[in-house]
């Protein structure tokens, strides 16, 4: 699932569940349709599954402040693999690679997510793999601020 999260600054919230918890980047630009797009992906901490539903306002004050929108959600397949083999996701993430096929309301196909340097603080990317649902021309994140859920734009949720 990917929340839009108006906190510090605007960021889309990607999260992954894996060992009974959302592994979860934070991405400023969004996600992209472009395979051309790499995006820069924050890790940040893990959340519970019951977060994947959420959708308010964090009180300003508070860890996270600002409104939260689900902004798309779905199923994923885990496409990662070391040595030709399948590897689950929490060793993908340990081992700085992590690849999916989404199949979300906005977003489908691959995915891969790779770290691309730890200091001073982990980054990674986020980029769209080719596949038959690559799209230069879409841009969801722009196109397509509602949330899947309420139907509300982050700006609305914000509103009350």
Known sequence: MIQQH???????????????VLKSWA???GPSTD????RLAM???DHPLDYATF????????????????????TY???????GREIPVEEGV???????FLEGKKLRGAYALTRTGTKP????????TKDEHADARRNPVRTEPRSVISGRTVREMAEG
């Open 6 to 20: 108006d906190a510090t600054a605007m960021h889309w919230d990607f999260r992954l569940e894996a060992e009974g």
């Open 27 to 29: 991405v400023p630009k």
């Open 35 to 38: 395979p051309r797009e790499k």
């Open 43 to 45: 890790p940040t901490e």
């Open 55 to 74: 959708e308010g306002v964090i009180p300003e004050g508070e860890y996270g402040g600002g409104p939260v929108i689900v902004w798309d959600h779905g």
């Open 77 to 83: 397949r885990n496409l990662t693999e070391k040595n």
């Open 94 to 100: 340990a081992a700085g690679h992590v690849k999916v």
């Open 121 to 128: 603080r982990p980054r990674w990317i986020l980029v769209k």
